[in-house]
């Protein structure tokens, strides 16, 4: 029976709705505890920033020792390395600069990478727009074939680039170290801006071609502007591969050691073996050096008989007559017959 009844109608609406029982609410759920959330937090901060701290540690230190052996002179680097200096010694900078050749390598450096850079971020940033906005065959297989250079180790290529560079002429050139880096340095560069072309979108060039724009000007004067915090990021990258690079650059201006005869008293011819070994020690041992006596006497040790007649021949070749007599008083000299007295029998090589 329905009832009509106002007041047990307004009594009977509740949050269920009109003439319903009225419902009880939930009683509130306290919130989660925060304090074991803050201390699981604290720890990790001070783990990272430890971690960054001993970080920083190693590799601000071998920067600020070295900026501190610069201004040492020659003997308290090698006898107080971890001294600081008496005072600072400026002109070793200027020595550096001027006799060490500093200016050159340091000018051929920024000529290298400057345009290294240039034509890396020209040639990859036309590559990766092209790979990213047109449909053509071949373009996975070029993509892939960008993105397997950059699982190919240098060293790799070491052997058969200083062959190729030698018969293309490019051994020894800057413009022959500029091409190397470009190559290997195109990788990287088309797999970054490619997936970064692949963002922008594709309504600015289609207006740009419906205005007569060609393909060539719409990338240089539309899309190429709209890529430039992705070749800003990338030409970071390369700027500090680059710079830092040392086995290309090696091995691209490789110069061979000079085969001429070594200096001395007596005819100029090369030495060879351990001929070529026993000069310098022998002369540094003839002036009274004690580290060139005993590599005199342990070079010939390992030889043989055959390594002391040279021994010998070597010193009676290329010694004056005042260092073969300080070397013969040289204590410990041994069997070595470049410390017994020396005879005009002794035959020429």
């Known amino acids: 029976m329905k009832t009509t ?16 029982p009225a419902q009880r609410p939930a009683p509130a759920t306290p919130p989660p505890s925060s304090e074991g959330q803050s201390k699981t937090g604290g720890t990790l901060n001070v783990f990272s920033h ?12 071998p920067l600020l020792w070295a900026v501190m052996t610069s ?26 600069w001027t006799q060490a050749h500093m200016s050159e390598y340091f000018l051929t450096t920024v000529i290298v990478v400057a345009c290294s850079l240039v034509g890396t971020l020209l040639l990859g940033s036309m590559a990766a727009y092209v790979l990213a906005r047109f449909d053509f065959p071949g373009n996975r297989f070029l993509y892939f074939l960008f993105i397997g250079g950059l699982s190919f180790p240098v060293i790799l290529a070491l052997v058969p680039l200083f062959f190729v560079m030698n018969n293309l002429g490019l051994l020894n050139t800057t413009h022959g170290l500029i091409l190397v880096y470009i190559a290997y340095s195109l990788p990287f560069t088309v797999f970054f801006l490619t997936a970064f ?10 207006a740009a071609l419906i205005d007569g724009a060609s393909h060539s000007r719409t990338f240089f004067q539309v899309m190429l502007p709209m890529a430039k915090p992705g070749l800003i ?17 090696d091995r691209a201006q490789h110069r061979p050691r000079p085969q001429g005869p070594l200096p001395g008293p007596g005819p100029a011819r090369r030495q ?30 390992a030889g043989g008989r055959r390594a002391h007649r040279r021994c010998a021949e070597v010193a009676a070749r290329h010694l004056p007559a005042a260092s073969r007599a300080r070397l013969r008083e040289l204590p410990g000299a041994g069997p070595c017959p470049c410390a017994r007295p020396f005879s005009p029998s002794v035959s020429s090589p």
Request: hydrophobic share 40%; no cysteine.
């Open 272 to 301: 060879p073996g351990v001929q070529g070994r026993l000069v310098r020690p022998l002369r540094r041992a003839g002036d009274g050096d004690a580290a060139g006596a005993r590599r005199v006497h342990r070079l010939p040790a």
């Open 197 to 206: 072309f692949r963002t922008l979108p594709t309504s600015v060039a289609e």
């Open 71 to 96: 201004f040492k002179d020659d003997k308290s680097i090698f006898d107080s390395p971890w001294s600081l200096p008496d005072r600072l010694h400026f002109e070793n900078w200027s020595r550096a």
């Open 50 to 61: 430890g971690v960054l701290v001993i970080w920083a540690f190693l590799v601000a230190m």
């Open 5 to 20: 009844d106002p007041d047990l109608l307004r009594k009977s609406d509740g949050p269920g709705g009109p003439g319903l």
């Open 233 to 249: 990021s990338v030409g970071i990258f390369n700027f500090l591969g680059q710079w830092n690079q040392y086995l290309l650059p």
